[in-house]
């Protein structure tokens, strides 16, 4: 288990991360949710004893990180896929990692095999691709069979099949009973592979809950409409108390009124309809709208 109490991080005038707390149990997969600049790098780097904390605590297991000997058995990392010597080949640098936490031979092999790369296990690693070095550093952190997995960013590089097969790969570790912390920027890929999130902003807490319940925070389901009668049907919607926007001549939007209401007072009215679909509220729709004040560079309209 993950347990972060009122954790700081001050670089000068600026604060990185702000007296957060959260938990992360075993047997879920949880996502890690931010913008950019939100403190996630930081305090995954506080929580591996790679940075100090300014005030609070982060600990694993109970422990800080640093106290655990033979780091590997006990806590899987994947931080920076660059972070390895390019000239080695991917099986000697498991081999160097194996060799210095005490973990057996064989189970180099089965890593990179579980990873599937085997057929490339005596290249170097600086011709590997991105999606190369994120399999490399996913061995890695699966090497000494930890408990606790952590993750920052692992999707980049991969092509579908390779996203397909993380995700699998998570589960079946969540499933195992084994605490899982994948850090993405990708909301939509959350939405397939995570059960619970962590979502932080300007390095505050904003969310530590279930995927479905932050979804259900954002804006409510809408309604699209098609009709050849839109107008007097978007009368009609107004005067039951909706809110109603016109997308184009025969399709409206319509928040306050679920499908099965509109759907009789076109009865009711005998107004025709062509289409009636409910847009149900998304992870990504509910980030943006609860991380918008966080957001460290935002972008202004073009002119």
Do not use: C
């Not at 930081?42 to 004893?49: A, F, K, P, S």
């Not at 960013?153 to 499933?175: C, K, Q, S, T, Y």
């Not at 592979?193 to 902003?201: H, M, R, S």
């Not at 009711?268 to 062509?274: A, F, M, T, Y």
């Amino acid at each position: 288990m993950i347990e972060v109490e009122q954790l700081t991080k001050r670089y000068g005038p600026t604060t990185a991360v702000r007296e957060l707390s959260f938990t992360v149990r075993p047997g879920h997969v949880t996502g890690f949710l931010g913008p950019n600049g939100a403190g996630k790098t930081t305090t995954l780097r506080m929580l591996l004893g790679l940075v100090e904390p300014t005030a609070g605590t982060a600990t694993i297991g109970g422990h800080v990180f640093r106290r655990h000997p033979r780091g590997l058995r006990h806590v899987g990392a994947l931080l920076d896929a660059h972070d390895v010597h390019g000239g080695r080949s991917a099986r000697a640098h498991l081999h160097a990692l194996a060799r210095g936490n005490r973990i057996p031979r064989r189970r180099v092999e089965e890593v990179l095999a579980e990873v599937g790369l085997t057929g490339a296990a005596g290249r170097r690693i600086g011709t590997y691709s991105l999606g190369m070095r994120q399999r490399l550093g996913i061995a890695a952190a699966l090497l000494g069979d930890p408990p606790v997995l952590m993750f920052d960013e692992p999707l980049n590089g991969l092509d579908p099949e390779g996203v397909l097969w993380v995700r699998g790969l998570f589960r079946r570790l969540a499933r195992e009973g084994r605490t899982v912390f994948v850090s993405s920027h990708l909301m939509s890929e959350m939405e397939h592979t995570a059960e619970e999130l962590v979502v932080i902003g300007r390095g505050e807490l904003i969310a530590a809950e279930s995927l479905a319940e932050f979804a259900a925070r954002g804006t409510a389901p809408t309604v699209t409409v098609r009709s050849p009668d839109s107008g007097a049907l978007a009368a009609v919607l107004v005067k039951e108390g909706a809110q109603v926007d016109r997308r184009d001549d025969d399709t409206l939007q319509v928040r306050g009124a679920g499908a099965v209401r509109v759907g009789e007072l076109a009865h009711e009215h005998r107004l025709l309809l062509w289409e009636l679909t409910t847009q149900a509220a998304s992870l990504e729709t509910a980030f943006m709208e609860l991380t918008a004040d966080s957001v460290e560079y935002a972008a202004g309209e073009t002119r």
